[in-house]
């Protein structure tokens, strides 16, 4: 095992991507969704009456691809990767102005035959 001299270094390998960089790379696949959805609407318009049934697969893709491609485009970022093994999460500290937790100030008392503590009467 190596001593490790100085401060605690950490891997960012996991660190996700950039936003800048996730939103261009969302408006790249929108861009080429609606691109393939204007050529299979033009190629429906063009083969309407010489190959109906392609040109109906066609048209159906050019009408289902908008939805896809928004749904595509808003589904957010990536979940971040787990945490580098290197990780090591601080101590847990207590708020400021909290006490710190007081012993009780008597032995709770052990349940008599009916359940309840020793010293406790019937409610009212």
């Known amino acids: 095992m190596r001593k490790q001299s100085g401060p605690e270094v950490f891997r960012i390998t996991g660190a996700r991507q950039g936003l800048a960089d996730d939103v261009r790379g ?3 696949r929108y861009i080429i969704s609606m691109s393939v959805r204007t050529v ?3 190629l429906a318009a063009t083969l ?3 190959e109906r049934h392609v040109a109906v697969v ?3 893709l050019g009408v289902l691809l908008p939805y ?3 749904v595509i485009a808003n589904a957010g970022r990536e979940n971040a990767p787990s945490l ?3 990780f090591v999460p601080a101590p847990m500290r207590p708020a400021l102005g909290t006490a710190p937790a007081a012993a009780p ?4 008392a052990e349940p008599g035959p009916t359940g309840r503590g020793a010293g406790t009467r019937p409610a009212d």
């Not at 100030?105 to 709770?108: V, Y």
């Open 26 to 28: 969302r408006q790249r």
């Open 68 to 70: 896809v491609a928004v």
């Open 58 to 60: 066609a048209l159906a």
């Open 105 to 108: 100030a008597e032995p709770a």
């Open 84 to 86: 580098p093994s290197t």
């Open 48 to 50: 309407w009456n010489v």
């Open 40 to 42: 299979s609407v033009v």
